[in-house]
């Protein structure tokens, strides 16, 4: 189990013309690996997470995901890829908030048909994991800033993906909270690959390998 970037470049038009966002990205990740990625503001950052998780297309280069260029894939085949072998973690939860945590988190099996008592005690089982045992039923707003983020951290998890991609996963919370979602987020991937946005240095020292990108371009610490 690895993901391997090579030479992947993107650029989005704009009335002023071409805009290029990422020149020079590549890096690799294997099983049991983690890396946070670092830059400033309109770096490319979100931009670099989307295309690896198969929600924006890149302009050229491959991203291997278990021998599966997911840069070629074909549209009809992404929704069930990403569901399967990528979690999503965002800064903001995007939780829904009319239902309960539960419910939440049993959201991407309902996706796929009708949930199983499996399936449920899969929801439960994260959910105590992530330390919401007893908040099962409370909706969104009824819970933690920390809390929602954990609920949405269950979520990502449900289909045990390969590779977790956070997007400041911990950008909202104060630094004692953040510690702790960010150290769940190593524990759940333990085994797995996490690739995740952050501007915190003493988080990013967490991670086995550390990130950077500016100017269009992404490095890896130690390659
Ligand atoms: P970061 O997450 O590092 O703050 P982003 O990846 O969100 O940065 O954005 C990188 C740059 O790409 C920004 O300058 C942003 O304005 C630009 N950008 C992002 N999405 C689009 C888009 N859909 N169209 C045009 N420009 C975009
Ligand atoms: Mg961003």
């Not at 690896?52 to 074909?74: C, Q, R």
């Not at 929704?79 to 939440?104: A, S, W």
Request: proline residues 5%; hydrophobic residues 40%; glycine residues 8%.
């Amino acid at each position: 189990m690895s993901l391997s970037v090579s030479q992947l470049t993107k650029s989005f038009p704009t009335a002023e013309g071409v805009l290029p966002i990422i020149t020079d990205c590549s890096f690799r990740l294997d099983k049991g690996q983690s890396l946070s990625v670092a830059g400033p503001s309109g770096s490319g950052k979100s931009t670099l997470l989307n295309i690896i998780g198969t929600l924006e297309p890149a302009d050229s280069g491959t991203i291997m995901l278990d021998f599966e260029n997911v840069l070629t894939l074909p549209a009809a085949k992404l929704p069930e890829f990403r569901r399967h072998k990528i979690g999503f973690v965002f800064q903001d939860h995007h939780l829904l908030p009319q239902c309960t945590v539960l419910e939440n988190v049993l959201m991407p099996f309902l996706a796929e048909g009708r949930i199983s008592d499996e399936q449920r005690q899969k929801a439960v089982y994260l959910l105590e994991r992530t330390g919401l045992k007893e908040r099962l039923n409370h909706r969104p707003a009824e819970i933690s800033g920390g809390e929602r983020q954990r609920a949405a951290i269950a979520r990502a998890f449900v289909y045990e993906p390969e590779l977790l991609l956070a997007d400041e996963p911990t950008g909202n919370l104060d630094r004692k909270t953040a510690g702790e979602v960010f150290d769940l987020l190593l524990e759940l991937t333990a085994g797995k690959m996490l690739l995740l946005v952050t501007h915190d240095p003493v988080l990013a020292a967490k991670t086995s390998k550390q990130g950077h990108i500016g100017n269009g371009v992404f490095q890896v610490n130690s390659e």
